[in-house]
């Protein structure tokens, strides 16, 4: 099989319009690039090494921003990578749901500490001992709909990609075998997201999509990114994402999002996640007092610290770095905020092998550990 590389990069640096430039101006110390050619390199790496089918990523400092891309839209095809392309943003959009829960919390329609069946009654099996914070959190010891055979990998064979459900279907599918007393401790479960849109729903009279799309993305003007419902393709322009079944490639692109809802059926692009985590975690989308309880987090034993729909990484240089992590058949991305206002998302289409922990976070730490 031929594989073809094509690289796409774009540097471009923003200017403030209309601005004298005074000798103190001229004196000051400029602020430091970003590493274009480094980032490159990485983004090359993952799809010589066969991590990677395409790979995209963004870094945006207030000042100025990266684009790149590497790789083809296709497998054996000569179409490049389009930095710009959409894609499946998988658990990202967890994210997006509780920041929605915590604007809610803002206006007063619940608290975090309320117990979720005060909220919804009857849906959650001991819903009056598990708190709002608790689903957001992934403590609430909610057992995993995804964990259960049939509901990732085993979808792919025939049409059941096409398969619609509803968010009652998921919740049965997880509840049928949640254990009397739940699991203490942290547990990352799917299905708290899910049980977190229909609170958003019931709360409100509203879809979640009408409530996300009201409440971020049109303020936000985050005009590549959606809620695709039952529709199983990605807008144009896309890289084509691939899983294994069976030990053969299988194109994953077109899929029904619907199995994964409020825990994962976003398509976004790497400028509308920068955009979204900058205005987020710059407290432009809730209160202090509400960012401030999604920034606290739990130990998971893994290498993140998980708050309230964000997950917190330390990066080798010591700087930490906030945002979302998430991975649908085909596609993996990385969304991430450091405090002083450098943002990344890298998005990579997973091909021969997996990419190893190490690759991802030297890619990230090049893209926010500032030069000193």
């Known amino acids: 099989m031929t594989r073809k590389r094509i690289l796409t990069a774009v540097l471009t640096l923003a200017v403030a319009a209309g601005l004298g430039v005074t000798a103190l101006d001229a004196n000051a110390e400029a602020p430091p690039k970003l590493p274009g050619a480094e980032l490159q390199a990485g983004l090359d790496a993952l799809v010589d090494g066969g991590a990677a089918s395409a790979a995209l990523l963004r870094v945006d400092d207030g000042r100025s921003h990266w684009s790149g891309a590497a790789g083809t839209a296709e497998l054996n095809g000569s179409a490049p990578a389009d930095p710009r392309g959409h894609f499946r943003i998988g658990s990202v959009t967890k994210s997006f749901v509780a920041t929605v829960v915590l604007q809610l919390v803002d206006e007063g329609l619940l608290g975090l500490d309320d117990p979720i069946g005060e909220h919804l009654p009857g849906l959650v099996p001991g819903g009056g001992d598990i708190t709002v914070r608790q689903i957001l959190d992934h403590s609430s010891g909610l057992h ?7 509901m990732s990998t085993n979808r792919w064979r025939g049409d059941a990609r096409f398969d619609s459900y509803e968010p009652g279907e998921l919740l049965d599918i997880a509840f049928a075998t949640t254990p009397d007393e739940p699991e203490p401790g942290w547990h990352y479960s799917n299905t708290n997201y899910i049980v977190a849109g229909v609170l958003v729903e019931r709360l409100t009279g509203n879809t979640l999509a009408d409530e996300i799309g009201a409440r971020i993305l049109d303020p936000l003007r985050m005009r590549h990114t959606s809620l695709p419902g039952d529709d199983p393709s990605v807008p144009e322009p896309h890289a084509h994402g691939y899983t294994t079944v069976d030990g053969a490639f299988v194109d994953a692109t077109e899929q029904n ?53 964000l997950q917190e990484f330390a990066l ?53 550990c500032r030069a000193a």
């Open 144 to 150: 995993d709909y995804m964990s259960e055979p049939g």
């Open 257 to 309: 999002p619907s199995l994964d809802w409020a825990a994962g059926e976003m398509i976004s692009t790497t400028a509308d996640l920068n955009r979204f985590f900058g205005a987020l975690l710059g407290g432009r989308l809730t209160s202090p007092e509400a960012l401030q309880a999604m920034r606290t987090t739990v130990p998971t034993g893994t290498i993140f610290e998980y708050g309230l729909g």
């Open 316 to 368: 080798p240089c010591g700087t930490t770095a906030t945002g979302h992590g998430g991975q649908l058949l085909g596609y993996l991305t990385y969304s991430l905020r450091t405090d002083d206002g450098r943002v990344a998302t890298l998005n990579y289409n997973p091909y021969e092998r997996g990419a190893t922990q190490e690759e991802i976070t030297s890619i990230l730490a090049t893209a926010l």
